[in-house]
């Protein structure tokens, strides 16, 4: 506290230049890695990028992790130099790290060594603000944080940029708020019928609790600790992915081709209920993938709130057997990406068949304000590819496609987002890659 203090007043009275910028508060609630949305300072346009690696973490283990900060130029991609960034780390509401952090160069990696001990930085300290820093633009930070899966806030205040002496009044400092989530792993034995069958569940958003299977119901239940007030719903972009894998030979699971998912006892269904038997030849795959809208409608809804208003509770269970559909729409894997697919003819016949494809955003619902770049690729079921088109850009996040399928049967569709470009920003973001998969059945 008192390394804090010391900081705001050599922040208040330092006789710097002093900066106001332009800019506003920015609240987002991504994945693992997000451009935050830009902020004009002077005659620039600044955005921050901020990633968390790795991505998932196992539920059983300690590892290293990483957080790395870079503010740019939105326009031309470069970095802005000489940047003092004061680093708030919070989960669920518990205080991690409160740091001034400066980087000469711009970019910032902070190296998180797990321990039982007090938050300690390894690093020298500028001598203008104070800042911790290092040559190589990258320190060590020990102690307990980022040292399990769940949701962090990283609040970042811009304390100076372009020169050490250059500083913003303290009320106008620029301010970016970005939610990263570290992937939570639970591996376990499923028993039916005399048989263990080896499952996992990853959870993308927080960390995975009370985890049972019931034999008698065919039916997986956990847990994840989830805030449901709908003021912060409502004020934030928010995506929850959850991921579980259960093996083919559970035929149980695998032989089914309909099932019933449910988040706090509401059905999950359409785009935001995903079965993928392509991607692994010894797994069927189900994800929940529920974006802003979706959880927004169910924290509404009184019934929800009463089964618990401080976590997420998902159920998934086989129904049976049913002649798969094609895919209307699709939501990626990790990239929090939505897209429409409109057929001509629906559904879709042996020769040409005309596919428009229509992006949006899958953590606000909203469409996409900008171009998007993408790999479309059609499979059978062994893995052959019959259909192969690569580096499509849409024009405002729209596109039109025309696919020969050589045969009747059931196919898998992937779509493979790899960056977007969006208005007047010079480099593409890739911040939000990720594949989404489908079906496409010719009856």
Do not use: C
């Not at 004020?235 to 929850?240: A, E, K, L, T, Y």
């Not at 895919?327 to 020769?351: F, K, Q, R």
């Amino acid at each position: 506290m008192g390394r804090y203090i010391k900081i705001i007043l050599s922040f208040l009275f330092v006789t710097g230049t002093i900066l106001i910028p332009n800019f506003q508060q920015v609240i987002a609630d991504g994945i693992f890695e997000e451009n935050l949305p830009p902020a004009t300072v002077g005659d620039r346009v600044a955005s921050l990028y901020t990633k968390i690696s790795p991505p998932i973490l196992t539920s059983d283990t300690m590892q290293n992790a990483f957080f790395q900060l870079r503010l740019f130029d939105s326009k031309t991609g470069n970095n802005i130099t000489n940047v003092n960034y004061f680093l708030t780390i919070t989960k669920a509401d518990k205080l991690l790290l409160r740091e001034l952090f400066y980087s000469k160069e711009g970019p910032l990696s902070l190296k998180f060594e797990p321990g039982a001990g007090p938050i300690k930085v390894y690093g020298t300290t500028e001598p203008f603000l104070g800042g911790w820093s290092s040559e190589t633009g990258q320190l060590t930070i020990s102690g307990p944080a980022l040292s399990e899966g769940g949701l962090y806030h990283f609040g970042i205040e811009i304390f100076g940029i372009d020169n050490v002496r250059n500083i913003f009044v303290p009320e106008n400092a620029p301010r970016f708020d970005s939610y990263l989530s570290i992937g939570d792993v639970f591996s376990t034995n499923l028993t039916y019928g005399n048989q263990n069958y080896n499952s996992t569940l990853i959870s993308y958003y927080d960390r995975i609790q009370n985890f049972t299977f019931e034999p008698k119901d065919v039916e997986a239940k956990w847990d994840m600790p989830f805030d449901w007030n709908v003021s912060r719903i409502r004020s934030q972009n928010i995506f929850v992915h959850e991921e579980i894998k259960f093996p083919k030979s559970f035929g149980e699971f695998s032989n089914s081709t309909i099932f019933s998912g449910t988040v706090n006892g509401q059905p999950v269904v359409g785009r935001s209920l995903a079965i993928d038997p392509f991607t692994s030849e010894k797994a069927l795959i189900i994800h929940f993938l529920l974006n802003k809208n979706d959880i927004l409608k169910l924290a509404e809804n009184n019934a929800v709130l009463g089964i618990s208003n401080d976590s997420m509770k998902f159920t998934i269970r086989p129904q049976g057997n049913e002649s798969q559909k094609t895919s209307e729409d699709v939501v990626t894997d990790t990239g929090g990406i939505h897209a429409s697919l409109l057929w001509n003819p629906n559904p879709p016949v042996i020769g040409e068949n005309a596919l428009g494809l229509n992006f949006s955003d899958a953590l606000s619902g909203n469409r996409l304000n900008a171009d998007v770049n993408y790999d479309l690729s059609v499979k059978t079921g062994s893995g052959e590819e019959i259909v192969s088109v690569n580096n499509i850009t849409t024009t405002n996040g729209i596109s039109n496609q025309t696919l020969t399928l050589p045969s009747e049967g059931t196919f898998n569709l992937e779509i493979e987002v790899k960056s977007l470009k969006v208005v007047n920003q010079t480099l593409p973001d890739t911040t939000r890659n990720g594949i989404a998969r489908g079906f496409v059945v010719v009856p």
